[in-house]
């Protein structure tokens, strides 16, 4: 084991790296935010570990992250004491991508640069994007509580394959060596360095150390070269101070009024591995009983993988500020996924695993709580910002959909929330709410009414619109794959009935008059003849023929009884092979 192996990276790895690099060119610096990002979470979970397990710490509990550079060599140096890897972890962590449909994000790439920047920026590159600065990486790890024998040097010109070999390294933890790519030396900088951690990992948890800058023209230290006292090694003479150029504070800890903007954005971009900017935060603490402070994100775009069933989501989970873990998806229901954030709480005991955190009360608690944030804040969005609030639509609305059904308590918090396309707007833009529709309904009108059709086009020509068309009378057009399924477990809103303009008997209510009334028996006694006809020829195709009221231009159209399944439902049924 101990003798140096070449392997090759996955695939994808490889893929990826091609892509990366040139895409995130003009990003490069984010590389070193990536780096003392996994520093700091590799801390966190030595410390949570350490918990339960003190050796872990080898005597030295001083969790830190320490930034050095040789402008000489062309190196930037980032080290840790956190929780290190073994040699099949590095393998694993260093060579492949674990994450669930990572072949699918591959191939929605488009070697169009500002496209893919963006998918890439919510794939999240994390470690490989040390290659866009760096020709070679070297990583020298080991883990908390391995023998100093079993130090592994991993390294890699970032091509198609690394090397990996065993060795000792006397301290636990991660050094991570760049060799600087032509161009690059001006990373090679303390104050450049500086810069970089203070504007981009100013409020993790975790101290970044650096070495202060003698103040020019002493670099030498003569005086206490002159001094030579006996006592002290020339090492220790020249042994050079640390000190932390971050705050070292965890950003929910802070008061909200001390927090900038730009703080809250790039604490974001630590924890959720989203190169953009958030749309949205909301920062709380909560006292008494239940005691929490949240740090709650709504991203501006949806991540590549919100299909997928099987992706991470969920919260960072600390309790009483101590990190235990990624993903604790048990705070927020499903069809809030795409929120990404800090829970820290009091009420849970430091021992949990996902098992009994799917058990603890207080996780209820906190997880109705949430929900309520949440849901506040983008009730809040919506009407504070209805710009913002569109984007936020366009990216997630149909998850919003998920909803109604999921959340029978909040059902009407979330209908407020949901947007359609309607033939008031004229337009394929889903701008109006239920709120909207019911400030306009006509004088009489005790319906919502709405179609679901596959798309814009079908739903505003749809022959079922006639009648409503000429009464002057509003209808939602729904066009989404899940419109037809949520809809089917909506009943009402604020009082009113949700209407399928396509099922059953319509009822205008009192926007019909005494005439249109009179006019409607006459036609029916008309047709009386051509309606028995017209029942013998298709009786086996349909279940009634009746005369309509409904259409102005169209002579004829297909109605679903009121309790049959739509059309848009039949399809995906049937697509489902049942
Ligand atoms: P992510 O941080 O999203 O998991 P990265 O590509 O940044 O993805 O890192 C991949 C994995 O490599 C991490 O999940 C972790 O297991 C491991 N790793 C990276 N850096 C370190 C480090 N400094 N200490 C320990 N493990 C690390
Ligand atoms: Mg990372």
């Known amino acids: 084991e101990t003798q140096k192996e070449t392997l090759g990276f996955q695939t994808e790895v490889k893929q990826l790296l091609n892509l990366m690099i040139h895409s995130l060119y003009s990003n490069k610096e984010i590389f070193l935010r990536e780096l003392i990002s996994n520093a700091s979470d590799a801390a966190e979970k030595l410390r949570f570990k350490a918990l339960s397990n003190g050796e872990l710490y080898e005597n030295d509990g001083d969790l830190k992250i320490t930034v050095s550079f040789d402008a000489e060599a062309k190196t930037v140096t980032i080290e840790d004491n956190g929780l290190g890897m073994n040699r099949s972890e590095v393998i694993e962590h260093l060579g492949t991508i674990a994450k669930s449909g ?29 290659f866009i600065v760096a020709k070679q990486v070297d990583v020298f790890t080991r883990a908390a509580g391995a023998p100093v024998s079993e130090g592994v040097l991993w390294s890699s010109e970032g091509e198609g394959e690394f090397s990996i070999e065993t060795l000792d390294k006397a301290t636990r933890g991660t050094q991570i060596v760049l060799h600087l790519k032509d161009g690059e030396e001006e990373f090679a ?110 991203p501006e775009t949806a991540p590549y993988d919100l299909w997928n069933r099987d992706a991470p989501r969920g919260l960072k989970l600390y309790i009483q500020r101590v990190f235990v873990m990624d993903q604790a998806d048990s705070f927020l229901p499903l069809y809030l996924r795409f929120i990404k954030g800090v829970v820290d709480s009091n009420n849970l005991s430091l021992n ?113 619109l006639e009648i409503f068309r000429k009464k002057g009378i509003e209808v939602l057009l729904m066009t989404e794959r899940v419109d037809e399924w949520m809809m ?76 049959d399944m739509g059309a848009q439902m039949r399809q995906i049924m049937e697509a489902a092979g049942q």
């Open 488 to 563: 089917s477990h909506l009943f009402d809103f604020e009082g009113k009935t949700l209407q399928n303009v396509t099922k059953g008997e319509l009822e205008l209510g009192e926007t019909e008059t005494e005439e249109d009334k009179k006019a409607q028996e006459e036609a029916v006694k008309e047709a009386a003849g051509l309606v028995e006809r017209l029942k013998e020829r298709l009786k086996e195709k349909v279940s009634d023929v009746r005369v309509t009221h409904r259409l102005t231009d169209s002579p004829a159209c297909l109605v679903l009884n009121a309790y």
């Open 102 to 130: 990572t072949a699918s994000f591959l191939g929605q790439l488009t070697g169009d640069q500002s496209k893919d920047n963006q998918l890439i920026g919510q794939f999240g590159v994390g470690f490989y994007s040390a």
């Open 189 to 298: 900088d303390g104050s450049r360095l500086r810069t970089l951690v203070r504007k981009y990992s100013d409020h993790i948890a975790m101290p970044v150390m650096m070495l202060k800058e003698a103040p020019l023209g002493q670099e030498e230290s003569e005086e206490d070269l002159a001094e030579g006292e006996e006592a002290k090694a020339p090492k220790e003479v020249a042994a050079p101070e640390l000190e932390t150029v971050n705050s070292a504070t965890a950003l929910w800890t802070l008061n909200k009024g001390d927090i900038s903007e730009e703080e809250y954005n790039e604490f974001y971009k630590h924890i959720s591995h989203d190169f953009g900017n958030p749309l949205t935060v909301a920062h709380n603490r909560v006292e008494g009983n239940l005691e929490y402070t949240s740090l709650l994100y709504v």
């Open 352 to 464: 949990v695993s996902r098992e009994i955190l799917q058990k603890d009360p207080n996780v209820d608690k906190l997880r109705t709580a949430l929900t309520k944030r949440v849901l506040d804040m983008l009730t809040k969005l919506a009407k504070n910002e209805p710009e913002k609030y569109v984007t936020f639509w366009k990216a997630f609305g149909s998850v919003i959909k998920e909803g109604p059904a999921e959340d029978y308590t909040n059902r009407e918090k979330i209908m407020k929330l949901l947007r359609f396309a309607s033939t008031h707007t004229n337009s394929d833009a889903p701008t109006t709410s239920l709120e909207d529709y019911i400030s306009r309904m006509k004088e009489g009108q005790t319906k919502i009414y709405y179609v679901v059709a596959e798309n814009y086009n079908t739903a505003k020509n749809s022959p079922h």
